[in-house]
């Protein structure tokens, strides 16, 4: 039996709610100043904060954090991030991807030269998180039908989340939000086209069908393939 999430939108971002045996695993936490609007939403789907189990950050961008310090608070819940992310986490410490694009790399750009801007623009509350994972983990002790793998790319320590029912909850791994239906494209920002292409394969390998962005609508993994990957790697470096 599939279960489908509880997609809920705040801001720019879609995170997502999946059912478990005793509550909800919480994938991402928004922009910051969204944490009323997550509550005011659950609660339309019957879902109050405090039955959130577990949250798990794909990535640490302020886009899938800038929320999570309040959404925790309320929930109570326990935070999971990969290790390579968790010092950015505990820090607050703002970093910006490689554009993976002629225009994403003007404005990386143009950020770099302006570090005070964007340390205002995109800054959040610093979170400690409770587990911290370095390869794939099964979620069934915590009461979720699921697993976690390291799917790198985007950043050094994304995480997706996939389901025996081929379901990945995959952050900005893949982006699907141009209108009239055109996409999935490839993320505008991201450390490693390379790894980003190898991620998408290890997807492939592990049976996923349906493919839940932070960023536009959920759609067929077998979309990934039809993408033009260019081979070189992105020198821009942030």
């Known amino acids: 039996m599939i279960s489908l999430p509880h997609i809920v939108r705040l801001g720019m971002t879609h995170v997502y709610l999946l059912p478990g045996t005793a509550g909800y695993l919480l994938i991402d936490a928004g922009p910051r100043g969204c944490a009323e609007i997550f509550a005011r939403s659950i609660r339309r789907y019957g879902i109050s904060s405090r039955q959130i189990r577990l949250i798990l950050v794909t990535h640490v961008h302020f886009d899938h954090v800038g ?23 505990c820090q607050g410490k703002v970093v910006l991807p490689p554009g993976t694009q002629p225009l994403t790399r003007r404005l990386i750009r143009f950020a770099n030269r302006h570090p005070r801007l964007v340390k205002r623009l995109f800054r959040f509350d610093p979170v400690s998180p409770d587990r911290v994972i370095t390869a794939p983990l099964d979620l069934t002790p915590f009461g979720f039908d699921a697993r976690v793998l390291p799917t790198p790319g985007h950043t050094a320590g994304s995480l997706s989340v996939i389901t025996p029912s081929g379901q990945a909850f995959v952050g900005d791994l893949a982006v699907n939000y141009l209108p009239g239906g055109r996409g999935p494209f490839w993320p505008p920002f991201g450390d490693s086209r390379r790894l980003i292409r190898g991620s998408w394969q290890t997807l492939r390998n592990q049976g996923v069908t349906t493919i839940y962005p932070a960023h536009g609508r959920p759609f067929k993994a077998e979309k990934l393939p039809q993408f033009s990957i260019p081979e070189v790697e992105n020198k821009n470096r942030s």
Not at 67 to 88: D, M, R, T, W, Y
């Open 67 to 89: 929320s999570l310090q309040a959404i925790q608070e309320k929930s109570g819940a326990p935070v999971l991030v990969h290790q390579a992310e968790a010092g950015l986490l």
